[in-house]
């Protein structure tokens, strides 16, 4: 099956600054990626996605990049502010069987933007 | 964007006692939902896919004695904590995606804290 690997575990960065996560998955077959924001005991909210046949994609300071080839994919937030610290994943649709859209999600990273 | 409601949010049992946690889609149909399971600080991991209309699929370790699921209508799916015992104690999410439309984007349940004492 998908095995999804995300780093760093935890990221402290300054407010402006911009924030990346890395994300690795081993499916080749996999073609939908998307991040979600998850704060302390509510629901993880969908942030941005992407599909294998595009390589970049942003919505205002968040953007996500894919390499196929190497099977790894992103998270650039720019111009970082407070509300932006929380748990961040990154997922991955691998298994097409059993009912299709079934993602794996990364270990996620805790984003902490400091004043 | 697609609404999931999820009820109830937080649950308080004691050991031996049966749990029902209840998923909907409000405004759109979902032949598919997925339950995840989330230890604090930790990622979600899939228990099983519910299908409407026939028999879950579960994942590799997951008892599916245990973890009941029912997906009798197209906007319903329920998960049954049977026997709860401490360790069973976590924090339960439901999601679904419009079955109707090509759409991949999942939206999730607000969350059951469920605490087994």
């Known amino acids: 099956g998908e095995n999804v690997e995300q780093h760093p575990s935890t990221l402290s960065v300054q407010e402006g600054d911009s924030a990346v996560i890395k994300c690795t998955y081993s499916?080749?077959?996999?073609?939908?990626f998307p991040w979600y924001k998850q704060e302390l005991g509510k629901r993880p909210q969908l942030i941005i996605d992407?599909?294998?046949?595009?390589g970049e994609k942003k919505d205002q300071r968040i953007a996500v990049t894919l390499n196929k080839t190497a099977k790894h994919f992103s998270l650039h937030i720019t111009e970082t502010q407070p509300e932006d610290s929380a748990v961040y994943f990154c997922?991955?649709?691998?298994?097409?069987?059993?009912?299709?859209?079934?993602?794996?999600f990364g270990t996620g990273t805790q984003l902490k933007v400091e004043l | 964007g697609a609404v999931v409601s999820q009820h109830p949010s937080r649950v308080i049992c004691k050991s031996g006692t049966s749990v029902k946690i209840e998923c909907r889609s409000l405004?759109?149909?979902?032949?598919?939902m997925f339950w995840y399971r989330q230890f604090p600080k930790q990622s979600l991991m899939l228990m099983a896919t519910?299908?409407?209309?026939?028999?879950?699929?579960?994942e590799q370790g997951v008892e599916k004695d245990k973890f009941l699921i029912n997906h009798a209508s197209l906007t319903l799916s329920t998960l049954t904590v049977t026997s709860a015992h401490p360790e069973d104690s976590s924090f339960y999410i439901c999601?679904?995606?419009?079955?109707?439309?090509?759409?991949?984007?999942?939206?999730f349940g607000s969350g059951t804290q469920l605490s087994v004492l």
């Open positions: 999601s679904a995606r419009d079955s109707k439309t090509t759409n991949e984007k999942l939206f």
């Open positions: 499916d080749s077959a996999s073609n939908y």
């Open positions: 992407i599909r294998s046949n595009v």
């Open positions: 997922a991955a649709k691998g298994d097409l069987t059993g009912g299709g859209n079934k993602l794996t």
């Open positions: 405004d759109f149909q979902a032949t598919t």
């Open positions: 519910s299908n409407e209309g026939s028999k879950a699929t579960y």
